[in-house]
């Protein structure tokens, strides 16, 4: 099956001839097929394939076994970063044919997960990076016309979004997505056609726009894996489908909040997280922590969390305290999923409970909490409630508190999106010989408050978030080489 492109990002298939073929096979004629659609079709087939890609100034191949990417080559390159570079290709000519099963295999990484990650690699270019501006636009896909109507209504009156398209199947938001190019796609990952997963994945790789995705209460049990599987996919954000004016009010503040950043979002840095191992054996906890870790996450620290929790280290001096901007209804359920995960214990955060080590304790902007006296160590209290706004959410107080209680023994990361007052704890946590770290900006989805942070010079380190864990193990063994990081 040989091919010839035509159009800049499209490979045709165009065979010389068609004739008669006796035996047993086809001539093929496929107009319109990209190479992205060719990867899908070889790894949704199962069979052990290769395909020959040629461009105009580059060639390689990229094989496949039992329905998965399992090694690409190009010159200078091998493994995923061949298959970005032959997948960023827009001219050239291929072969698929097959091949035998003894392929090296140099990639690990799902297809799905793969071919997301190069198709937004490929049109983040062109699309939010631009120079040109564009207007924002929001694509809401959901079975409930109700319900589309609704966030439509949230997303033009209360978050001032002119341009909003709505679709209630995934073959309706798939032929939308041609025409448009949406700065948000607000996902009800229950598609009534497509065969449901196929067509939330599909759209996710259609479109390099960030996600934010709907799921079922009455069906949260089922769905959660689906949901993680998209987070890990790259998806920003996440909360159950509201059933109640309460709901509603949650939904509308997540949209609010995240619609005003939109055009400050780098879209090129979502990054996919591996799929992470479980854990059936929990580290035991053994009493109160003597350092503390904790962790602030604004948009985009989900995508982060993801890569930074399977890599806690278990060990019996550390407790672990993540405080992420993400809806209060969400929180149950992915502190349970990432339980999973690592071999500390992740449960939600809870009035009163004590630092424990080997412990991580998760909860969402909301509410205001100080450290105070616990038997021999220290536990977390609430002060009131509050809502998610910026300066309503009092961290830095809670910094200066946890500074004061354990000195060096302390350290505080800042990720994406970290947009809250929290310079004076920070500086009282420098002054008690605290250790501060920030996310690299450059790797962030939501760079500009990092940047803001960052001009205050208060940090130790910046550092690549699947790089923590490592960092983490290193501080409480007493290292300080923090310029490797």
């Known amino acids: 099956m040989k091919a010839r492109s035509d159009i800049a990002g499209k490979i045709n298939i165009l065979p010389d001839t068609l004739q008669d073929n006796p035996g047993g096979r086809f001539n093929a004629c496929i107009e319109e097929a990209g190479l992205a659609d060719l990867v899908q079709f070889a790894c949704m087939e199962g069979q052990d ?4 890609i040629q461009g105009n100034e580059t060639g390689g191949k990229i094989f496949f076994s039992k329905g998965e990417v399992v090694h690409s080559i190009c010159q200078g390159a091998a493994g995923e970063d061949a298959f970005f570079r032959l997948m960023g290709i827009k001219n050239g000519n291929f072969l698929l044919k097959r091949t035998t099963n003894n392929t090296e295999k140099t990639i690990q990484v799902p297809w799905n997960f793969l071919l997301i990650e190069a198709l937004r690699r490929k049109d983040e270019a062109g699309f939010r ?5 564009t207007e924002t636009s929001i694509l809401v896909i959901d079975n409930s016309h109700a319900i589309c109507a609704t966030l439509e209504g949230i997303l033009r009156n ?5 341009n909003v398209i709505t679709a209630n199947d995934g ?20 598609m009534s056609i497509m065969c449901g997963d196929l067509a939330v994945k599909h759209i996710m790789i259609r479109s390099p726009a960030p996600v934010f995705l709907f799921f079922s209460k009455p069906d949260a049990q089922t769905l959660f894996p689906k949901v993680m599987e998209l987070l890990r996919l790259g998806a920003m954000d996440f909360i159950p489908k509201p ?5 509603w009010a949650e939904v509308s503040g997540r949209m609010k909040r995240i619609s005003a950043y939109l055009s400050a979002l780098k879209i090129n840095n979502i990054r996919r997280a591996r799929q992470p191992k479980e854990f059936s054996k929990k580290a035991r906890q053994t009493g109160p922590a003597s350092k503390l870790f904790m962790v602030i996450g604004g ?9 930074i929790l399977p890599s ?56 205001s909490w100080k450290i105070a006296c616990w038997e021999n160590g220290q536990a977390i209290r609430q002060t009131g409630a509050s809502s998610v706004e910026k300066g309503h959410f009092d961290i830095g107080g809670l910094i200066s508190a946890a500074s004061l209680a354990y000195g060096p023994n302390l350290a505080i990361l800042a990720l994406s999106g ?3 007052d929290m310079k004076a704890g920070l500086e009282d946590a420098v002054m008690h010989g605290s250790h501060f770290w920030l996310q690299n900006q450059a790797s962030a989805l939501y760079p500009g408050p990092l940047e803001e942070i960052g001009s205050w010079e208060l940090e130790e380190a910046t550092v690549e978030t699947e790089a923590v864990g490592k960092l983490l193990q290193r501080w409480c063994q007493g290292e300080t080489l923090w310029q490797d990081f």
Request: net charge negative; glycine share 8%; aromatic share 4%.
């Open 243 to 247: 059933e109640n004016d309460n709901d």
């Open 129 to 133: 990076n631009s120079s040109k501006e």
């Open 49 to 52: 394939r290769v395909i020959e």
């Open 171 to 190: 073959k309706d938001a798939l032929e939308k997505l041609i025409t448009n190019r949406p700065s948000l796609i607000a996902l009800d990952i229950n």
């Open 312 to 367: 806690l280290p278990s060990r019996d001096d550390l407790a672990v305290l993540v405080f992420q901007d993400m809806a209060d209804g969400s929180v149950p359920m992915f502190s349970s999923a990432m339980d999973q995960c690592t071999e500390i214990t992740i449960s939600q955060l809870k009035d009163g409970g004590p630092i424990l080590s080997s412990h991580c304790w998760f909860v969402n902007w909301t509410g």
């Open 299 to 307: 948009i985009g620290g989900l995508i982060e969390l993801q890569k």
């Open 158 to 162: 209360g978050c001032g979004v002119k």
């Open 418 to 420: 970290t947009d809250l």
